[in-house]
C-alpha cells in the first residue's frame, strides 16, 4: 500500500500525469496509519519513506542529468516527508487518535511545505499544490489563495475519502462521503465560472522572447564562444523586433564574459548590445548574467565571499538579471539559490569552495535580501531567475512592490530531454493566476513562451530549437489578495503546527510523570 501510495503521487505529478490523482495518492499511507495507529504492527515512518521515496526518484531523477546531488535531494526529502508523516501520527496518538485526528496532517504539511521556501535545503518543487499546473481552470482561485490552497484542498480530500473507507458507522461514512465529493466538486465549479468571466486588464506591452538554443555544456560556458553567444542574442531580436517592442528578454547566465560591476563599461556585452539599443531605442534588453563585486573591508568572514588566491582580495559572485536600455544598466542578483550547485549551506562550511555540480560553479553565490523589480519607462517587471520561479510567495513580492509584468529568465538545459524543463515550464501558469500577471519565459533551451493573466500558454517554443517569439500582453498594476498577502495559509498552518507540537511536548511529559508515580 506504501509503494501504491508513491506512484499515485507519481502518475499525478506534471506533465504527464493525472492530476486527479492526487485526490487519492494518499489514502493507502493514511489507511494504513489507521491500522498501526489501532495497535497493528508496523512502522509508520518505515512505510511512508517508501512511498516518499518513490514520488520523489520517480518525479525528479532528471536532477542528476544536472548534479550528483540528486541523491541527497531525494533521499533527504523522502526523510523529511516520512519525518512529517510520523510526527503528525505521533500526535495524533496523543491528542485525538480517531478520524478526526487524522485531520492533523493537514497543518503539519503544510508548514513543511512553507518550511521548504526558508531553511537552507529548499526544495519546493514537490509542494502539493503544484500539481494543479496541468489543470489550471481548476484553480483560478490561486489569486487569493497561492499554492497552498492547492495542497490543503488536496490533504482535505484525502483524509475524508480515507475517514470515508475506515469508518464503521454507515452514517458517517456517507457524510465523509458527501462532504469530500462536495469539496472535490465546488472549488472546479467556481474556478472553470471565474476562468470564464475574468478579463484581462492593463496596458498593452509588445514582449519579444528569445531562445538562444546554446549547450550549457558546452558552448555557453566556453569562453571562445561569449561574444558567439551574444551575437545570436541581437540577430534573433532584430527578426521580430517592431518600433512597439518595449522588451527583449533573453535567458538565464547568457552572459558569461564576466561582468564586474565597478567596470561595467569594459563589458564587451554591453557594447553589443548597447548597438542593439541604439538601432531600437524604444525598447530595452533584459538578459542574465554572471556578475562580480568586490566584499567590502571587514566583511571577509562573510559566508559568500571568495578568496583571490592566497591574495588579500575577496570578492562575490551573483548569478544576476539584468536590463539594459539607452539610460544604464540595472540588475538584481537572485535570491532563491539551487541547493548544492549555487549553495553549500553554512553548517557545510568545510564545502565553502566547492559546489556539487559537474564543474561548472564553485562555492555559494551571493544574493540578494528580498525581490527587486527593474522599470523601463511606466512598466516595472519582476524578473524571476529560474529556480525563483518555483517559489510562489517569493514572487508575489514582485508583484506586491509594483511589477506589472512578470518575467521568467532560466537555463533549462542541463537536465536534457527529461520531464524537469516541462515541470518547470508548467509552474509558471501558476505564477499567473496567483498575481494575475501575464508571464513572459526565455529559456536558455527547453520552453520559452508567454502566459496570460489566466495561466494559459499564448505561445511556446520547441525542445532544443533556436527560436524567437513575440507576444502582445497586458501589463497589470493592481494586486491581487495573494499579492498583497502572500502565503498567509502556510503562516496560520506554521502556527498551527507551533501549538501542536507544544501541546504533544506536554503531554508527553505529564504523561511519563504519571508514569512514573505509578
Known amino acids: 500500500m506504501a509503494v501504491v501510495s508513491g506512484l499515485l503521487l507519481w502518475a499525478a505529478w506534471p506533465v504527464r500525469g493525472l492530476a486527479p490523482l492526487a485526490f ?25 519513506y517508501i512511498a516518499f521515496l518513490i514520488w520523489n526518484l520517480l518525479t525528479t531523477y532528471w536532477v542528476w542529468n544536472a548534479t ?31 478520524l ?22 529548499k526544495w ?36 475524508l475519502i480515507n475517514n470515508a473507507l475506515c469508518s464503521i458507522d454507515k452514517k458517517t461514512r456517507w457524510w465523509y462521503t458527501g462532504v469530500a465529493v462536495t469539496l472535490l466538486v465546488m472549488p472546479v465549479i467556481g474556478s472553470k465560472i471565474a476562468y470564464s468571466q475574468y478579463e484581462e486588464k492593463g496596458q498593452d506591452v509588445e514582449v519579444v522572447v528569445i531562445q538562444q538554443n546554446c549547450d550549457p555544456w558546452n558552448e555557453q560556458f566556453d569562453s571562445q564562444t561569449y561574444d558567439n553567444v551574444i551575437r545570436k542574442n541581437v540577430e534573433l531580436a532584430e527578426r ?76 562575490y559572485a551573483h548569478n544576476s538579471a539584468l536590463l539594459i536600455d539607452t539610460l544604464n544598466v540595472q540588475h538584481r542578483n537572485k535570491s532563491q539559490l539551487v541547493v548544492g550547485v549555487e549553495a553549500i549551506p553554512e553548517w557545510m562550511g568545510f564545502l565553502k569552495n566547492f559546489s556539487i555540480t559537474m564543474g561548472i560553479a564553485r562555492g555559494t553565490l551571493k544574493t540578494d535580501p528580498y525581490a527587486r523589480n527593474m522599470s ?30 512578470l518575467f521568467v529568465i532560466t537555463n533549462d538545459g542541463w537536465w536534457g530531454d527529461t520531464p524537469g524543463y516541462k515541470q518547470h515550464f508548467e509552474f509558471s501558469k501558476l505564477r499567473a493566476i496567483e498575481n494575475r500577471r501575464c508571464v513572459a519565459r526565455s529559456a536558455n533551451t527547453g520552453k520559452s513562451g508567454f502566459f496570460n493573466q489566466r495561466g494559459d500558454v499564448i505561445q511556446k517554443t520547441e525542445y532544443w530549437k533556436e527560436d524567437v517569439i513575440k ?30 507540537l507544544l501541546a504533544t511536548m506536554v503531554l508527553t511529559i505529564l504523561g511519563r510523570l504519571r508514569h512514573g508515580k505509578r
Not at 509542494?127 to 488536496?154: D, E, K, M
Open 124 to 159: 519546493p518543487w514537490l509542494n502539493l499544490g503544484n500539481v494543479f499546473s496541468t489543470c489550471h481552470t481548476w484553480v483560478q482561485w490561486y489569486s487569493v489563495t497561492g499554492v497552498a490552497g492547492g495542497t490543503s484542498w488536496i490533504l482535505f480530500v484525502n483524509i
Open 376 to 405: 523601463f519607462g511606466k512598466h516595472q517587471a519582476g524578473v524571476a531567475i529560474c529556480y525563483e520561479s518555483a517559489f510562489g510567495g517569493y514572487v508575489s513580492e514582485f508583484a506586491r512592490k509594483g511589477a506589472d509584468l
Open 240 to 315: 521580430m523586433v517592431t518600433p512597439a517592442t518595449r522588451f527583449v528578454v533573453s535567458s538565464e547566465s547568457a552572459i558569461q564574459e564576466g561582468i564586474w560591476l565597478d567596470k561595467m563599461q569594459d563589458v564587451r556585452a554591453f557594447k553589443i548590445l548597447g548597438e542593439f539599443i541604439e538601432r531600437h531605442p524604444e525598447c530595452c534588453f533584459v538578459i542574465g548574467g554572471t556578475t562580480y563585486e568586490w566584499v567590502p573591508k571587514g566583511m571577509e568572514d562573510d559566508f559568500p565571499a571568495r578568496q583571490i588566491g592566497e591574495t588579500s582580495k575577496y570578492y
Open 68 to 98: 550528483p546531488a540528486a541523491i541527497l535531494a531525494w533521499t533527504l526529502n523522502s526523510l523529511f516527508m516520512s519525518t512529517v508523516f510520523w510526527a503528525f501520527h505521533f500526535t495524533k496518538m496523543k491528542l485525538h487518535n480517531s
Open 471 to 500: 507576444a502582445t500582453l497586458k501589463a497589470n498594476p493592481s494586486k491581487t489578495f495573494y499579492s498583497k498577502h502572500g502565503d498567509y495559509l502556510y503562516r496560520i498552518a506554521m502556527w498551527m503546527t507551533f501549538a501542536l
Open 24 to 48: 487519492i495518492a494518499l489514502v493507502p499511507l493514511l489507511y494504513l496509519e489507521e491500522r498501526i495507529s489501532k495497535g497493528e504492527k508496523g512502522s509508520v515512518f518505515g512505510l511512508s
Open 100 to 121: 478526526i485526528g487524522n485531520f492533523l496532517l493537514i497543518p503539519y504539511w503544510m508548514a513543511f511545505e512553507f518550511l521548504h521556501y526558508f531553511w537552507a535545503v
